[in-house]
């Protein structure tokens, strides 16, 4: 093998992490690259210079697992923090589609529908036998007067929200 076949050699040294942590200190504090920072202000360069030398050591002295342990605390913090956040922005949501649903319900037909539908329903139980009888005297009329209500309010409901009358109930027409 002649010297030819070999991959030319880089003769330039690499700079050590000293040199590379100060200039991120001095890029990051100061926004400028260490060598114009010489320039302006040679004693806040040699600050960063002698930061870098000391944290240097430090970084180098810990070990893999503390650094891993640490990342882990700072990861579960960050998870926490955006708990808290995701949650406060859940609440802020929550009050403003309650707000819409105020102003798109004025008169509270949507808790009107509500309460009547939840009578049909102990009408209808009592009617299929699921429920004491003897109760009501003139069932029929009321749970007709329930119904004739239930949906009047949803035709009202259907009106705010731009629905026509005949689709508010879902029944066809007869």
Request: proline share 0%; glycine share 14%; no cysteine.
């Given at each position: 093998m002649t010297t030819d076949d070999q991959p030319p050699v880089d003769d330039t040294p690499e700079p050590d992490r000293e040199a590379l942590l100060a200039e991120q200190l001095s890029r990051e504090y100061d926004y400028l690259p260490l060598s114009e920072l010489e320039k302006e202000d040679p004693a806040q360069a040699q600050e960063h210079r002698d930061a870098a030398r000391n944290l240097a050591k430090w970084i180098e002295e810990c070990p893999k697992e503390e650094r891993r342990a640490a990342f882990g605390r700072g990861f579960d913090k960050g998870k926490e923090r955006q708990k808290v956040r995701t949650a406060a922005d859940m609440r802020r949501l929550e009050a403003v589609v309650a707000e819409l649903r105020q102003d798109r319900d004025p008169e509270g037909l949507r808790a009107r529908i509500q309460d009547l539908?939840?009578?049909?329903?102990?009408?209808?139980?009592?009617?299929?036998?699921?429920?004491r009888a003897g109760a009501a005297p003139d069932w029929q009329s009321q749970a007709a007067e329930y119904l004739a209500k239930l949906t009047k309010a949803q035709r009202e409901l259907a009106v705010l929200k731009g629905i026509q009358p005949s689709n508010a109930t879902g029944r066809e027409p007869s």
């Open positions: 539908e939840y009578a049909l329903a102990g009408w209808d139980r009592f009617l299929t036998g699921r429920m």
